[in-house]
């Protein structure tokens, strides 16, 4: 039976490799390259890769690849990932009171857009159980304050744990994870920031913005890190503002936009279709 699997890689960049690549999947696995993409950083002197791939070879899984592969990893330096079609990654969101977020990813799971397995939703507001029911994915309300933010965190980590979790969403989650959390999901939690980053940071960045007469709004989806809201940034999108336009219509227009680069972050995370670095990351198409 045919598996599809897609190969990661950074590393130094030298000529001749796309070509070792290449002949190792076809020589070793016999393998149809179905799609190969590859960026360069010219300053840094470093190669991207992500090459995905197809091979009737029963022997290839993650032991027998590693093996075969560690070689030729090993002369050119390389840092690698390799990830099967399948199983689906499990997923799991976290909310407070605002929910167009996780509304839009629950609408694009149910409709396909995105492939995973929505393991549960966790949330510090009961505002989402409605939601979560409706779309049949446990929800586990889990109110914080300063005096239990320990214990809960240790709780909701024992949760992620208990499901497996590959990928943790924070859909305008409106807490701090503690660098213990972070550290235990490394590239592997997706926030979304309610402004154009570096710019109008803190709890009312469409305020601000509106205060200082801006002509550009926007959000920012980036993978979290222990310093806050300096994370390497995965998507940005931004919309024109106008004389005419008012609070309210800088706040509808940018949660729009929260909508789109969280989505298309979550995406683009599922399909293994980003490399981070340098506290950057690329993008492959």
Known sequence: MSKTAVLLIDCPDRKGLVA???????????????????HQ????????????FATDDAHCDETNFSAAFTPLAQQFKMNWRLTFATPPQNVAIFVSHYLHCLADLLHRHQTGELSCNLSLIISNHE???????????PFHYMPVTSANKVEVEQRQMALLSDHSIDLAVLARYMQVLSPQFVRAYPQR????????LPAFTG???YHAAFARGVKLIGATSHYV??????????EQDVT?????????????KG????RLVLSRAVRWHLSDRILSYANKTVIFA
């Open 20 to 38: 070792a690549i290449a002949n190792f999947l076809v020589q070793q696995y016999d393998a149809n390259i179905l799609n190969a993409d590859q």
């Open 41 to 52: 950083d010219v300053e840094l002197g470093l190669f991207f890769m992500r090459i995905e």
């Open 127 to 137: 505002a989402a159980r409605p939601l979560a029911d409706f779309h049949k994915i």
């Open 189 to 196: 939690i997706i926030n979304v920031h309610h402004s154009f």
């Open 203 to 205: 709890a009312r960045p």
């Open 225 to 234: 890190t222990e310093v806050l809201d300096e994370g390497p940034i995965i």
């Open 240 to 252: 024109r503002i106008s004389q005419n336009d008012q609070l309210p219509d800088l706040i509808q």
């Open 255 to 258: 949660r729009d936009l929260e």
